[in-house]
């Protein structure tokens, strides 16, 4: 709580700090920004970016998702630390406060490692439509990318139908940039994706293979059912 008397702090592992109150079990929290020896007139409460979500369909606790594509997560919570792997734009991250401080990291646990982000690319799970507009809305190479990138990535977060819709779009993109063997891929992706959405998922890879309409081809050949030989490859 705000105004809570904590009685003393001290430096935990995995970068969390232990703090003491005389009414609770020891708490711990993330950082010590928030902790000051008294208040004053001068200190306010910060506005944050977005309330945290307390339940919806994609996660049964407090959350909220990143909002940017192949987000880094770092095993330290500084830019210069190692690279642990990255995540995909909309995931869902638990969080159970905002950091007034914009640019704070933040914990999260990546593949039973403890892992940090920075906090600015959290928030509310972005909306495939609104990031199709800033796409189409785009004036330099540079936006068209990094939006295109968000949606194709958004597509893979979400349900078949809007995974679809994102395959699609990219498609779009990987045609403009001139990569014309990924818009194909990502079509037949979209296709797939489409018939799962209508309920018919169960054998329908097996069905596209025999029709050869899926996969990809290797020195012509396209890829079995079971995947190349070693000694073809």
């Known amino acids: 709580m705000r105004e809570a008397v904590i009685s003393k702090d001290e430096v935990a592992n995995n970068y969390n700090y232990k703090v003491y109150t005389d009414h609770s079990e020891p708490l711990y929290i993330v950082d010590t920004y928030n902790l000051k020896d008294r208040l004053t007139s001068d200190d306010e409460v910060g506005n944050i970016p977005t309330d945290i979500i307390a339940e919806d369909n994609y996660y049964a606790g407090p959350h909220l998702f990143t909002t940017v ?125 489409k018939n799962i959405a209508k309920g018919f998922d169960e054998f329908i890879v097996e069905q596209l293979l025999n029709q050869k309409k899926f996969g990809f081809a290797l020195n012509n050949e396209l890829e079995p059912a079971n995947g190349f030989s070693l000694s073809f490859l």
């Open 69 to 193: 594509a192949s987000l880094k997560v770092k095993t330290q919570p500084n830019l210069e630390a190692q690279v642990l792997g990255k995540l995909l734009n909309g995931t869902v991250i638990p969080i159970e406060y905002y950091p007034y401080d914009q640019k704070a990291w933040i914990p999260i646990d990546y593949q039973d490692k403890r892992g940090f982000i920075p906090v600015e690319y959290v928030g509310k799970r972005p909306i495939l439509k609104e990031l199709h507009t800033l796409y189409q809305n785009s004036t330099t190479a540079e936006d068209m990318k990094k939006y295109a990138e968000r949606i194709l990535e958004l597509g893979w977060n979400s349900m078949p139908q809007e995974n679809a819709e994102a395959l699609e779009i990219y498609a779009f993109y990987a045609e403009f940039v001139g990569n014309h063997s990924v818009a194909k891929l990502c079509r037949l992706q979209a296709e797939t994706m």
